[in-house]
C-alpha cells in the first residue's frame, strides 16, 4: 500500500519540477547536469568475484588500467615496451647480423643481390663485390686514353660520395688481375705473369705468360651476343677492352706517364710502348681491402 500511494505524490513532484527547498520527506533525485556512466563490468573490461567486499579492494572489481598511464606502456611509445611491429626493411641495404645464428632472409625485389657463378655479387647500387676478395667494384666505368684521367674519373667518385663512400681508387695491376676469368694459369690472380703491383720496370720482351689466353676464346658470353666471349665476369656494365690500372712504370722521360693495363678480350697483361696514349682505354674504380 506504500508504494502505490508514492505513486501520485511522485508525478506531482516530477510535474511542479520540485522545490528549491526540498522537504525532509522528498526523495533525493539526481543533478540532471550529471551524466551517468552506466555499464556493465563485462563490457568495461572489469572483473567482479562471487564474494562480497570492498569495490577497491582484492576481492572486489578491479578497474582496468589506463593505457596511457603507468600500468600498461604504450607498445609504440615507451621505449621500455617490445613493439609488437616489424620495422621497415630498407631495400637498398642488406640487414646486419644481430649476432644470432639465424641465417639473413634476402627481403627479395626490387634488390635480390645477385651472385654470380665467379663469386661477383650486385650490390644493386651500382656497385660489385667480389666474394672471394672483398673488393667492391664500379659496375660501370669511363673512357680516359690516358692515366692522369684515369686516376681523376676515380676522385670524381669521391667527390661525388658514389655509392656512400668517399674511398674509391684506381686498381693496381694485382687487383685489376683479379677480375680476369678463364687464365687462371696465365694472367689470373694467381698466374704465372710476372706483373706484380712492384714491377715498375717492364721486362723485356713481356713474358709469353703474360699474354693471356687467345683472343675472344673466354668463358663469359656477350649479353645478346654469344659469339663474342670475355675474359671479364658479366655482372659488370659489358666492356671486354683495355682497363687501366694504378702501377705505373718507371718514366722514359719527364712527359712519359704509363702504367700496367689488362685487355680482357684477350686476358692479356701489358703496357703501352713510351709516349704512347691509349684512346680507347677504360677506368673501373675499386675501394675495400
Known sequence: MNRLLLVPWLLTALACGGSSSPASNDVPRPDPGLLLDICY?????QVRDDGPGDPGGPDGWVPPADPGGSEMPDPGRDPGSVDPGNPPVDPGVPPQDPGGTDTWVDPGPPCQYPVSPWGMRDNCNG??????????????????????TARESCNLLNQEQFA????????????????????????????????????????????DSCKGCGMNQGPVEKPGDP???????????????????????????????????????????????????????????????
Open 41 to 45: 563490468a563485462e563490457s568495461c573490461g
Open 164 to 207: 656512400g663512400y668517399t674511398d674509391w681508387r684506381l686498381p693496381t695491376i694485382d687487383e685489376l688481375r683479379t677480375l680476369i676469368v678463364g687464365c687462371d694459369a696465365n694472367t689470373g690472380p694467381n698466374g704465372s705473369c710476372p706483373v706484380h703491383a712492384t714491377t715498375i720496370d717492364p721486362p723485356d720482351p713481356i713474358p
Open 127 to 148: 656497385t660489385l663485390t667480389d666474394t672471394h676478395t672483398g673488393l667492391t667494384w664500379q659496375k660501370g666505368y669511363t673512357s680516359n686514353s690516358d692515366l692522369t
Open 227 to 289: 659469339s663474342r666471349k670475355c675474359y671479364l665476369d658479366s655482372s659488370f656494365d659489358w666492356l671486354c677492352n683495355l682497363f687501366w690500372s694504378n702501377t705505373q712504370v718507371r718514366k722514359a722521360s719527364v712527359a712519359d706517364l704509363r702504367s700496367w693495363y689488362v685487355t680482357f678480350y684477350d686476358a692479356a697483361v701489358n703496357v703501352p710502348p713510351p709516349g704512347q696514349s691509349m684512346g680507347s682505354a677504360a677506368t673501373r674504380c675499386v675501394r675495400g681491402p
